[in-house]
């Protein structure tokens, strides 16, 4: 999104939507309602909220996040990590984003996450692809991507130099 021939509003929209991950979330992103299963707005919880506030507050001090969350189940712990490097790779140039799991299944599971994130996301804020798979999302002209692989697969991890990372249930 350029900020040349914008108006003034434009402009500060599109700067909230790069800076702002509660503005960005709700109107980028779709999650499967858990009752109905009809996609809806990305609204973040309670649970998730808190643990963006804690990672901004640490990026702001420190200049990285680093965090280990021992979390119950159906908190949207890993919805929340899966849309906060979506929002962050596909706005920014040069991230490689990282996930990886504990089983096939749950790679498969998180990865359609993405790809439902990347597949509705408003089209003027969807970067282009290349390479799609069905474990990355190559953001060509950004030069950054999205990676999502299972622990112990053959060539996990390899020449993979991850700027964001998550290690989802590894034991």
Not at 84 to 113: C, D
Request: proline share 4%; glycine share 6%.
């Amino acid at each position: 999104m350029s900020a040349e021939g914008l108006t003034e509003d434009q402009r500060i929209k599109a700067i909230l939507l790069k800076t702002s991950f509660e503005y960005y979330a709700p109107r980028c992103l779709k999650v499967k309602d858990e009752d109905t299963g009809l996609l809806v707005p990305f609204m973040p919880r309670k649970a998730q909220l808190h643990l963006h506030e804690r990672a901004e507050e640490q990026r702001r001090a420190t200049g990285k996040v680093r965090i280990l969350a021992l979390k119950g189940r159906r908190q949207g712990i890993s919805s929340y990590i899966e849309a906060r490097f979506y929002w962050k790779t596909s706005l920014n140039p040069g991230l490689q984003a990282r996930i990886l799991t504990h089983l096939q299944e749950a790679t498969e599971v998180l990865f359609s996450m993405t790809q439902r994130y990347h597949d509705n996301c408003p089209t003027e804020m969807r970067p282009h692809t290349k390479n799609e798979s069905a474990k990355a999302l190559t953001f060509d002209r950004l030069g950054s991507e999205f990676m999502v692989a299972t622990a112990g697969s053959k060539n996990t991890g390899r020449s993979a130099n991850a700027h964001l990372f998550h290690g989802s249930e590894v034991a």
